[in-house]
């Protein structure tokens, strides 16, 4: 990461670097609305980052406002957590800030992380930088704007059913979901809690390297955390793959895909080809399922997590009448179109006379995506494949229509389905100089491998370079 360097190597200060990203973003903003909280008092803890020696000493990063900072609000873009300010910060983020980080703010998200394009924010609707009248993607869009925009070097994102990958691939940036279980979820507000993954967002897979090493490890607080098995295979250290195997799943070339994406991939898989890897066509059968499955799982989770928020104990409450009317009228009123959707879908999917038929058909078929992956991966090294089937959608296009919506993630879904890594990688514009990016899926714990491919494929292109208009 050049910022990182140029820190390390005494070029620049921590706290001038903090304050030039704190100034961005103010200037921004009122364009791109990608935060929520900037803190005021980030620059003066940077200054007592100059002298240190810690990793990433003075490095500025931005926070997702559904991860718990000590010190800053965390309103996981709902009107039902306005005012909260958490008394801990998430372990993920501790992390960072125990190797030297300094956050700088909360970003923007749909509102507890249910959306695809950051529009169903309780606040405000981000815009992508390559356009403003284009949505980020979701639900990490603030993340990504924030990075794309060159307001900060790397941001943190989370991803569910694709919110790390899918706004990368729309802002032209890379990022990393995680195995799950490799980095904590302790301090993220849950959505579905068997699919929520705490990621990094940047330029290159090079930005994400330093943040995502010092993420990662079994944490105490989080039970669901492992140290993993050394998996690597043998990457070259020249800058080739030679050898490595790439599958390219026929699942996830659809009808219906941009003809410009599919031509975009196909060619960043030609030049993965050129590098050295072998590519072999795969099948993951089960896939066309796992959009129904997503949508029954996901929200019978949120469902569940979701009941703590009651006006009780962690919002203003909208009535005093009796306890029953303080539940039905706080979250009746604070609570968006969205969520509301996704908590009666799952309450319905987990009622009596439902359960077996809706819920636990779903984890049937959720075993059979994951045997997809675990199949293909005794074959394959890698799987190449698109990440959205459009590039970034102008605001407001999907307006009431939640299944088209939905359909953004059909390709981001499955992994997060099955736990496997995902990183994202851009690989060229469309006709209308909005970005197409690619995802790479390994089997459980081999980011490695995942970033030692995106690097090689970034060594030889220069699609992570490109900057919007609003970043130069």
Not at 61 to 77: R, S
Not at 112 to 138: H, I, L, Q
Not at 344 to 350: D, E, I, P, Q
């Amino acid at each position: 990461m050049k910022l990182l360097e140029e820190l390390q190597d005494g070029k620049t200060t921590s706290r001038a670097a903090t304050e030039t990203c704190v100034a961005r973003a103010r200037a921004l903003d009122s364009t791109l609305h990608a935060f929520l909280h900037l803190d005021k008092s980030a620059p003066e803890r940077a200054s007592q980052r100059d002298t240190s020696s810690l990793p990433l000493a003075g490095l500025p990063i931005a926070v997702k406002d559904v991860l718990m900072v000590e010190g800053m609000p965390a309103t996981c873009g709902s009107k039902i957590l306005e005012g909260f300010m958490p008394p801990f910060t998430a372990t993920a983020v501790k992390k960072l800030q125990d190797a030297g980080a300094i956050v700088i703010g909360k970003t923007n998200t749909d509102e507890f992380a249910m959306g695809s394009s950051t529009e169903n924010s309780a606040y405000v609707t981000t815009r992508n930088p390559w356009n403003t009248d284009r949505v980020p993607g979701g639900s990490s869009g603030g993340s990504a704007a924030a990075v794309a925009a060159g307001i900060v070097p790397a941001a943190l994102g989370t991803d569910t059913g694709g919110s790390i990958r899918q706004p990368a691939s729309y802002c032209g940036i890379s990022g990393i979901k995680p195995t799950y279980g490799r980095v904590s979820r302790y301090g993220l507000a849950a959505y579905g809690s068997s699919l929520d993954s705490v990621g990094v967002l940047g330029r290159s897979v090079d930005d994400l390297v330093p943040l995502f090493e010092q993420m990662v490890g079994k944490d105490p607080l989080d039970a669901t955390t492992v140290n993993p098995p050394d998996i690597r295979v043998s990457v070259p250290s020249d800058g080739t793959i030679n050898g490595i195997k790439i599958g390219v799943p026929a699942e996830y070339f659809v009808t219906g895909i941009q003809a410009e994406v599919e031509g975009r991939v196909r060619e960043a898989i030609g030049m993965l080809e050129t590098l050295g890897a072998e590519i072999i066509p795969i099948n993951l059968p089960h896939t066309e399922y796992a959009l129904p499955v997503y949508y029954i799982l996901a929200p019978a989770e949120a469902s569940a997590n979701l009941a703590r928020y009651d006006g009780i104990r962690y919002t203003p409450r909208e009535s005093e009448k009796s306890l029953e009317d303080v539940y039905r009228q706080t979250r009746g009123k604070r609570f968006g179109a969205e969520v509301e959707r996704r908590i009666m879908l799952g309450t319905y999917a987990l009622s009596a006379g439902y359960y077996d038929a809706y819920y636990g058909q779903a984890q049937k078929v959720r075993t059979l995506i994951r045997r997809d992956f675990e199949k293909a991966f005794e074959r394959v090294d890698a799987i190449a494949a698109p990440i959205a089937p459009t590039t970034a959608f102008e605001v407001g296009k999907h307006g009431d229509d939640p299944i088209s919506m939905y359909l953004e993630d059909i390709f981001t879904l499955p992994a997060n389905l099955a736990g496997v890594p995902g990183l994202a990688i851009p690989v060229g514009f469309d006709g209308d100089k909005m970005p197409v990016g690619m995802q790479l899926m390994g089997a459980p714990f081999s980011e490695e491998n995942l970033f030692a491919i995106g690097r090689s494929y970034q060594g030889a292109t220069d699609w992570h370079e490109m900057k919007p208009e609003i970043a130069k």
